[in-house]
């Protein structure tokens, strides 16, 4: 069985301390001083349907303003007691509601301390590439494996071999940026041997990726903008585990993906307030496979996995997504109409 932590807000908060007669008298916000030492938070287990996944709910005893004005204090006590239950129930994996994870205090206290893991979303993006870039290229009208891809990492780790690999048997070039120039030539060597597929290794950022129809970030957002040359039409994979604070380029920038969810997940899920489906998929999925969800997937088999337990349970990409909005179809059309022109 496995456990996976989850902590959201309560919709609406009326304690029965109170009369009602004293909620229509009395101003909220001065209730809510009174009665923040009587609050308690609320578990509740949830089961995944079709897996051995059980979903540990703790509810905080506050609404998204009651939250956002309550002393610290408060907090961390509520906060400490939700950890403390988790840990007892062996979860070390913890998704916070859209609510909660906007809340500093609350989202160093869960994280900062270690004891508990956070999900990103990217292992699911990651295992999703290729289908993204094949619908690309089917808006575009070309063949993906003549797209050339470029792929910036500062040092050269798992994640541009995992990135290589999932590519390798779909695409025929790649441009790699990175440091680590000597390392990496050895390993793309290999590849080159077993697929079949060419990479260009550099280290000058400023020049490699001026002809890339597509480049996946992998550290360093605000580095690629402020030295690359990219031509307009340059789609970026934003594959770090971090944005940068503002958007300096017109170029389209994917870093997530919505999800279309079945309906007896969707069931589930739902009560459970704006939780951020594609970090809970991951999670689900992840679990499902007995995979470490603090791990990269660094390898091809790893990626098949993933990519296929994901369709065989029922989800699928619905939207593209940047910097937390919906990407505009019709620019995207446009930039892969421009795509194919170039081929």
Do not use: W
Not at 173 to 189: F, G, I, M, P, R
Not at 264 to 280: A, H, S, Y
Request: with cysteine; charged share 25%; proline share 2%.
């Amino acid at each position: 069985m496995s456990r996976l932590g989850i902590i959201t807000i309560s919709k609406e908060i009326k304690f029965k301390y109170i009369p009602d007669f004293f909620h229509n008298k009395i101003p909220q916000k001065l209730i809510d001083i009174l009665t923040v030492r009587f609050k308690k938070n609320v578990y509740k287990y949830v089961d995944i349907p079709d897996t051995d996944i059980k979903l540990y709910v703790a509810y905080l005893p506050f609404t998204e303003y009651q939250l956002s004005s309550t002393k610290p204090v408060d907090i961390d006590k509520l906060c400490g007691e939700i950890l403390e239950h988790f840990e007892m129930e062996g979860i070390k994996y913890v998704v916070l509601s859209q609510h909660v994870k906007t809340n500093k205090q609350m989202f160093e206290y869960v994280y900062g301390s270690g004891r508990f893991f956070r999900l990103n979303s990217k292992r699911l993006l990651m295992s999703l590439l290729v289908d993204i870039l094949r619908k690309i290229c089917k808006i575009a009208g070309t063949d993906m494996s003549q797209i050339d891809i470029g792929i910036v990492e500062n040092s050269f780790t798992e994640k541009s071999k995992a990135i290589i690999n999932i590519l390798s048997t779909n695409v025929k070039y790649v441009t790699l940026v990175t440091k680590d120039v000597k390392e990496a030539q050895v390993y793309t060597e290999k590849v080159c041997e077993e697929t079949g597929l060419t990479v260009r290794v550099s280290e000058d950022i400023s020049k490699a990726l001026s002809s890339i129809d597509v480049v996946f970030v992998l550290d360093d957002l605000d580095k690629l903008i402020r030295k690359a040359s990219l031509s307009m039409s340059t789609i970026v994979f934003n594959l770090s585990t971090s944005s940068m604070a503002e958007k300096r380029i017109s170029n389209i920038i994917i870093d997530s993906v919505n999800i279309s969810i079945p309906q007896n997940i969707k069931d589930v899920i739902g009560p459970l307030g704006e939780i951020d489906n594609e970090e809970l998929i991951e999670c689900i999925i992840s679990l499902k496979l007995n995979k470490n969800l603090n791990m990269n997937m660094n390898n091809i088999q790893q990626y098949l996995e993933f990519n296929k337990e994901f369709y065989s349970s029922g989800y699928k990409i619905n939207v593209l997504k940047g910097f937390g909005k919906p990407i505009d179809i019709s620019k995207l059309e446009k930039l892969a109409k421009n795509l194919a022109g170039s081929k």
